[in-house]
């Protein structure tokens, strides 16, 4: 096992590492149509550990195609990653790519140890589920070995780098609509954690659906975390008020989940007294009671669509360069009804 130290790494500490000899490190590097792609493997995984990548022989490694694509997740445990996961996956293989996963947990060494295999030539191009560039940065001597990036699912504020997500205004926007078109006056929007730009999104699309409706419907906000935790306290925090509203639009469905059980505990009929409406549509939202009604994120489709994106640009072909914007569709279930006069707490 290397220790750290201050020396930089050499062929020595990669060929150690790889259990393979000097020579075949060199010849991997040198030659890899020469070397069985298992013993590649294991080469340019030790020079990604090691980081031998500002050798001149690593640089001529690099400019050879690895057929694989890194995916940095901040959680495979999200809800959403799955959908979008397959999409990617159907796409790579169709293409003659594999797929690495990186689950960072948001973790900032866990990033940079990502970014190494990206410039040790062990992934090609990059796909971003976090909402933001690796938190490490690329290494100031590798600026010119950054890879093809597209973000999916969240956009990421960058030149160069595509995204590709739904359309989170225009379905937040018609959520809004749905809950106005059964007469709902008092509709919150319970928040996304503070910055996050969906919730920022969601929140436009649901002030453009007030902003076209009477000057009876106002814009009231909660703010709150984007966990089901985050939607129970939400209602703790209405119940102290004088009236609640008849409807609640949640930033995401975990949101929403928390939202009714919040509702329920406290006596209210759900959606007989009080509607809700999530996004996201996540496999357990059609199994609480009431089924909730939602939006449904097209998860596959921007797999695909991300996935197909990264590799035309690594084939070198030409690609969008605005952000693709997929539609989100409204699902209609039990979480929702006409509205009831609003009525003080009890």
Known sequence: MLTRNKKPA???????LAGVSIATVSRAISKPDKVAESTRKK????????????????????????????????????????????????????????????????????EEKYLRFLSAGTADGLILLTGHLPVAGWPE????????????????DHDGIISVSVDDQSAARVATEFL????????????????NILSERRLKGYCDALSQASD????????????????????????IRDTMPTAFFCFNDDTAIGVIGALQQRGYDVPNEISVVGFDDIPFANN???????????????????????????????????????HGDLIVRESCSTAKKPFPIG
């Open 43 to 110: 080469v340019t995984a030790a020079i990604a550990r090691t980081g031998y990548t500002a050798n001149a022989m690593a640089q001529n490694l690099r400019r050879q195609r690895s057929q694989m694509v890194l995916v940095l997740a901040e959680s495979i445990s999200n809800p959403n990653f799955p959908g979008i996961l397959t999409g990617i996956e159907k796409v790579a293989n169709e293409r003659g790519y594999g797929v690495l996963i990186g689950n960072t947990e948001g973790d900032v060494g866990i």
């Open 180 to 195: 106005m078109s059964l007469e709902h006056e008092k509709i919150v929007y319970v928040s996304g954690p503070k910055g």
């Open 288 to 326: 609480i009671t009431p089924a909730l009604t939602t939006i449904r994120q097209p998860r596959r489709q921007i797999g695909e669509r991300a996935m197909k994106i990264l590799l035309d640009r690594l084939a070198g072909q030409e690609t969008a360069s605005e952000p693709v914007e997929l």
């Open 10 to 16: 050499t062929i020595e500490d990669v060929a150690r």
């Open 141 to 156: 001597n590798q600026k010119t070995f950054i890879p093809p990036t597209v973000a999916a699912a969240t956009p990421i």
């Open 216 to 239: 009876q419907i106002s814009i009231w906000k909660v703010d709150s975390d984007g966990t089901s935790l985050g939607g129970r306290a939400a209602v703790e925090r209405l119940c």
